[in-house]
């Protein structure tokens, strides 16, 4: 809430999301365990996104429609659950036996999907 309050909700996401990008770079171009702790602690602050994209999004619509905007929130959260554990399996299968980053290719595709959000 201090966050929200000082820099607003739609800074909020947009920080949450550059965390997330930085958080995904850092587990993909690792090359010692303390890099990955970093980028561990770092990935902790993505989780204020899907609540603040939730706050914006009820507070953008009137009361007798919030049943719906909360399930589509829901809905394309689930869908992305879905198809982001695929989507990454597919870019590790293609980019595995390559050099660096090798298997770490894949996070590096998650940052990208975090910046083309």
């Known amino acids: ?3 929200n309050d000082f820099i607003g909700e739609k800074h909020v996401v947009v920080t949450a999301f550059i ?3 930085l958080h995904n770079c850092l587990y993909g171009l690792a090359t010692t ?24 999004k009820s507070n953008n619509v009137a009361e007798h429609e919030q049943g719906r905007i909360q399930g ?5 959260s689930s869908l992305a ?9 597919f870019v590790y299968h293609l980019t595995k036996d390559n050099d660096y980053p090798g298997p770490g290719t894949m996070f590096l595709f998650a940052a990208l999907l975090y910046l083309s959000a």
């Open 33 to 56: 365990k303390s890099i990955i702790y970093i980028g561990v602690a770092i990935g902790a602050l993505t989780g204020m996104s899907f609540p603040t994209i939730s706050a914006i």
């Open 81 to 89: 659950s879905a198809l982001g554990p695929a989507s990454l399996r």
């Open 1 to 3: 809430k201090p966050l």
């Open 19 to 21: 965390f997330g990008a």
């Open 72 to 76: 589509a929130l829901y809905s394309l």
